[in-house]
């Protein structure tokens, strides 16, 4: 088995973000919107980067971002159809050998533990045949930042069955579930998984300090 290493970033923002109340993509964070923190973070990364918007947002993206990434619409068939649309979407314009998946709602990802999860994959090539890996904790999967094989096709015999959930992909394919005891030495973030889908979510973000996550 030969060693695959080209990367694709991909940002998952194509929510409508109705929980929150506006957009999680163009909350400020840190002087700078969550869509820009996290392009930034993928900057540090090889290849290319691509963001999944939704309608609203995107023509504000592309002003913030789109010097630096694709900014693009779901596929039209499934269009607002969750994260695996994202994830369909990406790899269908991006051929790469991994695809690096983040989430726009994760304050404190950060350039070390990106690159932390990229080196772990790396290190278990060509021996280990995983078509994605993604961290656990306490018996909980954290599918994103995840890394993952092109699953396109797959993905789209998902969606087509109505099975939109990021678990019904992990369940299907061989995933490599990375212990905490070897992600926690990646980075200082003091919680990595947090993520923002409310206005309660971020009031807790807010008062727990926006600069524990690190940059």
Not at 26 to 40: A, H, K, P, Q, V
Not at 80 to 99: F, I, Q, S
Not at 132 to 157: M, T
Not at 174 to 180: A, F, G, M, V, Y
Request: proline residues 6%; neutral net charge; contains cysteine.
């Amino acid at each position: 088995m030969s060693v695959m290493n080209q990367w694709c970033s991909v940002i998952l923002s194509g929510g409508r973000s109705s929980r929150m109340g506006s957009s999680k993509a163009l909350l400020s964070i840190n002087g700078m919107t969550m869509i820009e923190r996290l392009t930034s973070l993928a900057d540090g990364l090889p290849g290319e980067t691509i963001i999944i918007s939704n309608p609203s947002d995107e023509q504000k993206i592309k002003a913030l971002c789109g010097d630096r990434a694709e900014v693009v619409l779901d596929e039209p068939s499934f269009q607002g159809e969750g994260p695996l649309a994202g994830m369909l979407t990406a790899m269908t314009r991006c051929k790469a050998d991994w695809y690096m998946v983040l989430s726009n709602d994760m304050p404190y990802i950060d350039h070390a533990f990106l690159n932390g999860l990229k080196h772990h994959v790396e290190s278990h090539q060509p021996f280990a045949d995983f078509e994605a890996y993604v961290p656990e904790q306490d018996g909980r999967i954290h599918p994103f930042p995840g890394v993952y094989r092109d699953q396109a096709s797959r993905i789209e015999e998902l969606l087509r069955r109505k099975r939109k959930s990021i678990r019904s992909l992990l369940d299907n394919i061989r995933s490599s579930l990375i212990p905490e005891q070897v992600w926690n030495r990646w980075s200082a973030a003091a919680d990595p998984f947090f993520n923002m889908n409310t206005p309660e979510d971020l009031k807790v973000f807010r008062q727990k300090g926006e600069h524990r996550g690190g940059a």
